[in-house]
Each structure stands twice: as structure tokens, then as C-alpha cells.
């Protein structure tokens, strides 16, 4: 089971709508045995927030990431979690800066 969040916050990111921005809840729990960072990236509007992973990770990345020196491409475990319940959440794994897979899951893997 993942421990207590160690940091949460919200953000918003841009969509295809300039006037309708994303929103978005990110929690960030204490490392796990690995040494990953799991981030959970959970949805709060009906935007995908698959559709714009590399947008919502560099903002990320940028805001927050960048200050503590962690690279949350490379050291980040990564899930995002739709609003929309009938869509899977997914894992997201980097492969180079801005390219990735994903990974179906369930939210009982994610524990949220």
C-alpha cells in the first residue's frame, strides 16, 4: 500500500480550447523500493489527461521538479488518471525526453 502523500497539488494545463484550460490534481508519494518517485496525476476536469501527458509532465518538470533537481521523466513512476471513469488509468514510462509508452492499469495497482 503507498504511504501518505508527501506533496500534492494542483495545476492547470493548456488544451486545444485556449479558454477552457485542464485541470488536474498531482500527488507525489515517498519513493518506493525501486527508487522511483510515484506521481499520480489524477483528473479533474472531463480533458483526457492522457492527451496531453508531455504538456502536464513539463509543467511538472518546470514548477515543481526542477527546484528539487529530480527528473520525473527518468525517475518519476508515473500515473494518470482520467475523470472519466470508463477510461483506464495508465502508467507512463519515458523513454527519451519527450518520448513514451503507457501502460494500462488498474486503480487498485495505483492505490489511490
Known sequence: ???KAMFERDILYPTQ???EPGSA???VYSPEHTGGLPIVIKAKTNHNPVEYLVEIVS???TDIFDRIRIDIRS???IYFV???KNIS???VKFTE???YTTEEVLDVDILI
Do not use: A
Request: aromatic fraction near 4%; hydrophobic fraction near 40%; avoid cysteine.
Open 97 to 99: 525526453r519527450d518520448n
Open 25 to 27: 490534481h498531482m500527488t
Open 82 to 84: 482520467p475523470f472519466d
Open 1 to 3: 500500500m503507498m504511504k
Open 59 to 61: 509543467i511538472l518538470q
Open 75 to 77: 525517475k518519476g513512476i
Open 89 to 91: 488509468s495508465v502508467r
Open 17 to 19: 480550447n485556449p479558454l
